[in-house]
T-cell receptor
């Protein structure tokens, strides 16, 4: 079993839709949770960061962490064609020397 | 945020040869990381490179195959040695954000195809 599971998609939605991206994990020691966005032929770009459980909102993006269920989500409101990219969840534990464990990535396409 | 550049951006190599990838950061950082992203796969950490010490390799990666140099606080190289088609991948370097979090900034990646 992989430490982090993420539905690879692809996911196709119409412009303006609400997008929900999810990851599950097995290591209860994970405390730091991140979402990265990766455009084609580019490196991953940090979108959201959450420490421990709870919600965090930044513009059209909301990150949720449910440590009891070992489940994290990223919601994108009013999705735009420019949101078309691969979204990767990543997580780590305290004192893991900086090692991030990534999900497989979900490919999202927002159609105008 | 740190600005990270990598050279080359892409390359096509013959099996049995070696390629050295360079990573340059616009600020001094203690730790640099090298990841591999195989087609359709997640990013996997190869090794952590600290300036002035030997790199620390993750399980499944060995120094003979992926030697790393870290001559100063802004630069690192990763060599992919004796390449085979299975080494075709995107290689990414990253650095910690330094904001007290565990987040990292990534370079644009080096796309390697081994024939």
């Amino acid at each position: 079993q992989k430490e982090v599971e993420q539905d690879p998609g692809p996911l196709s939605v119409p412009e303006g839709a609400i997008v929900s991206l999810n990851c599950t994990y097995s290591n209860s020691a994970f405390q730091y949770f991140m979402w990265y966005r990766q455009y084609s032929r580019k490196g991953p770009e940090l979108l959201m960061y959450t420490y421990s459980s709870g919600n965090k909102e930044d513009g059209r993006f909301t990150a949720q962490v449910d440590k009891s269920s070992k489940y994290i989500s990223l919601f994108i409101r009013d999705s735009q064609p420019s949101d078309s990219a691969t979204y990767l969840c990543a997580m780590s534990t305290y004192n893991q020397g900086g090692k991030l464990i990534f999900g497989q990535g979900t490919e999202l396409s927002v159609k105008p | 945020s740190a600005v990270i550049s990598q050279k080359p951006s892409r390359d096509i190599c013959q099996r049995g040869t070696s390629l050295t990838i360079q990573c340059q950061v616009d600020s001094q950082v203690t730790m640099m990381f090298w990841y591999r992203q195989q087609p359709g796969q997640s990013l996997t950490l190869i090794a952590t490179a600290n300036q002035g010490s030997e790199a620390t390799y993750e399980s499944g990666f060995v120094i003979d195959k992926f030697p790393i140099s870290r001559p100063n606080l802004t630069f690192s190289t990763l060599t992919v040695s004796n390449m085979s088609p299975e080494d075709s991948s995107i290689y990414l370097c990253s650095v910690r954000s330094g904001s007290g979090t565990e987040t990292q900034y990534f370079g644009p990646g080096t796309r390697l195809l081994v024939l």
